[in-house]
């Protein structure tokens, strides 16, 4: 059975990442799991999985440091690798536990602030998936880059450019917003995320993947 680490449980109550919470949240996002996700893999995450996919060869052990309720890493559990997941968001990480009981599969999970993670690397690989939205400025970003760098071998840092900038992505952002509680606002543009990412790795490329909810920055940082 997968274990589940409560190591800051004030981070739920306090992180500027967290969730909005409404009466009718949970329907909302039961709707969003069972309905509307898989109905918009094949244009969404998919497309970006292909990428973490190929930048995650030759990598055994992985954390995801702000998973959600992503069952990605889930799949890189199947695949044979060693997997830790963590979030601030207890709800999600209990979703996905769940799945991964019912596969039996050896997953670790963990609640943590990812400003605060307490995990000892090195990992092959960290995951770092639309995560910077949700900090509360750039100083916070790079905190927790140069923290994952200490943490990893490489990072995978995937981003959603700035949704104002398409009429099709400020409605889905609309959407996890409004209808999902979602709470990331402080959105960066491609240019910031180049810096970012050169900050970490100088030689470091930086990919568009092109989506039905908008355009994501992905880049491999070899640190």
């Not at 739920?12 to 039961?30: H, Q, S």
Request: glycine fraction near 6%; charged fraction near 25%.
């Amino acid at each position: 059975m997968a274990k589940l680490e409560i190591l800051d449980p004030g981070a739920v109550a306090i992180a500027p990442f967290g969730r909005l919470e409404l009466p009718l949240r949970p329907l909302a996002r039961a709707t969003h799991r069972h309905i509307v996700a898989p109905l918009t893999r094949p244009l969404s995450s998919w497309l970006i999985r292909s990428h973490l996919r190929a930048a995650l060869d030759g990598a055994q052990t992985v954390i995801d440091v702000a998973v959600g309720d992503d069952p990605f890493a889930l799949e890189l559990a199947v695949a044979g690798k060693t997997v830790v997941v963590n979030d601030v968001d207890l709800e999600a990480l209990a979703y996905l536990k769940k799945s991964a009981d019912a596969k039996g599969l050896s997953v670790r999970f963990v609640q943590s602030d990812v400003r605060h993670l307490p995990l000892d690397g090195p990992f092959d690989a960290v995951l770092m998936k639309n995560l910077c939205h949700h900090l509360e400025n750039l100083d916070d970003v790079r905190t927790v880059l140069r923290t994952l760098a200490s943490t990893g071998r490489r990072i995978l840092l995937l981003e959603i450019e700035d949704p104002r900038r398409s009429h099709v992505a400020r409605v889905w952002n609309g959407y996890y917003r409004i209808f999902l509680g979602d709470k990331g606002f402080n959105f960066i543009d491609r240019g910031t995320f180049v810096a970012l990412a050169h900050e970490l790795s100088p030689s470091a490329v930086i990919r568009t993947i092109r989506t039905i909810k908008g355009n994501y920055m992905f880049s491999t940082l070899d640190v």
